[in-house]
């Protein structure tokens, strides 16, 4: 218990050093772009089949759970709330904190077990303006688009599983799912994932940095940095959630 | 491409040895009650962490459908049945490949980078059967034990919002939760989530075992680990549910 109130505590010095490093170094140019481009591009394919075979599940499911009350057609709006507005969202940040947040944390902890983070501070460089602020301006706008590609997705795996699997008129399927939700749901959606985003990406970087000696090290840091950051995307997103839909604003 | 389908041979000869050596004895059993104690026990609280508020995120939107209707009995049922079918398994799993998958992966790279693997031959022990095969076994155990822990609290998660914020009545939701309830949901999700247990064992084992390149190397192996185990059981998920559920009237 009292370790855990440790690392809470030193993961928010973590934090204050890092805000004090981006504001009087900035971040190194042409880096951004490039971390950018790898967070997005090498996560793509592994979240476009995530998400396609949740929406095939939140067809089935939703069917499964509307057909005693009569009301197969639904499915399209019950796909859309449950997948634009809560799943879409989660999944793409589980994705993102397994693969780039690993990723990440391993990256920085090998950096750290090597000395090169010593090396970078003996240059005169700030290793966590030059290492973590790329990385966190990257995710932060790569998340939101990811997850809009993911609410695609999971929008058009559902409808080809009620369509041609469940066979559900596919224009009642539209007319739902299109009434149910609103512009703004993709925008509140985008909020969502920039939160995650600057969670995966600090909590990755913070276990990369104090990463243990050895092999063993980077495993356990790598570790602790997925699990620990999906359980606070998950928590948050209650809050998220309820700030955005439960009638607070 | 062609690595790939290498790759996906190379896994099927690991998981074959693995099975080979579980028909024939000894199996080791303490060190199998052991690695399924530890990985229970480091699984659970990350697995209630995270089913208990995705309980609540259910309540909550789950509500604002059933205002439409008028129908927010209903509620309980709907979250008794999505948790037990397909939440807590999903989620269970991720977390099980996330924590445990990882630290048995770094743990078995770890030892190959540190040449422990090569010396437990050296002594004539079976490195597969003595490090691998119970971590494997032990997955596919803890895995559906920590579901039944997230299905329980998923639905206090909804049961907490419900009742205590949104002031739904408490017997309502504790009457409705079991009404459109079948055998098989109960099972379901034990039965899926073993698979799973032991696609994330055979995974991680796998990645944790062929580790090369230093700490590099570990921390690739623990990366591939979540996930290829990821993308494998939620592609699993879609044809056990089909099979298990798709005839299944609630």
Known sequence: MTNFFAGLGRYGLWCIQFLRAVLTHGPPKGQTLHEAFRIGIKSLPILLIISAFVGTNLALQGYNAFKPLGGQRLVGMFVALAGVRELAPIIAAAMIAAKAGTEMASQIGVMRIREQVDALEVMAVNPLAFLVAPRLIGIVLMLPALTLIAIFVMMSAAYAVSVFQLGLAGHEFIQFASESIAPIDFFYGAIKAMFFGLIICTVSCYFGFHCGKGPEGVGTATNRAVVTSSVICIVLNYFVSELLYGGAL | ?250
């Not at chain 2, 437990?120 to 119970?134: C, G, L, N």
């Open chain 2, 1 to 250: 491409m062609l690595n790939a389908l290498a790759a996906l041979g190379r896994f099927g000869g690991f998981s074959v040895a693995i099975a080979a050596r579980l028909v024939r004895r000894p199996l080791f059993f303490g060190h199998i009650l052991n690695q399924t104690w530890v990985t229970t026990t480091r699984c659970l609280l990350p697995v209630v962490a995270v089913t208990f508020p995705f309980g609540m995120v259910m309540a909550l939107q789950g509500l604002e459908i059933f205002r439409l209707f008028g129908a927010e009995r209903m509620l309980a049922s709907l979250i008794s049945i999505a948790t037990l079918r397909e939440i807590s398994p999903v989620l269970a799993s991720v977390l099980v490949a996330a924590q445990g998958g990882s630290s048995c992966a770094a743990s078995l790279g770890a030892m190959r980078i540190k040449e422990e693997l090569d010396a437990t031959e050296v002594m004539a022990i079976d490195a597969i059967k003595y490090h691998v095969a119970p971590r494997v076994v032990a997955m596919t155990i803890a895995c559906p034990l920590l579901n039944i822990a997230g299905s329980v609290s998923g639905v206090a998660g909804g049961y907490f919002t419900a009742v205590f914020i949104k002031g739904e009545s408490g017997g309502t939701f504790m009457a409705e939760l079991w009404s459109f309830m079948q055998p098989i949901d109960l099972y379901g999700g034990v039965l899926k989530t073993t698979v799973f247990g032991l696609l994330i064992g055979l995974i991680s084992c796998y990645h944790g075992y062929r580790a090369s390149g230093g700490a590099a190397g570990v921390g690739k192996a623990v990366n591939d680990t979540v996930v290829h185990s990821v993308v494998a059981f939620i592609t699993m998920n879609y044809f056990l549910t089909s099979a298990l559920f798709g005839s299944v009237s609630p």
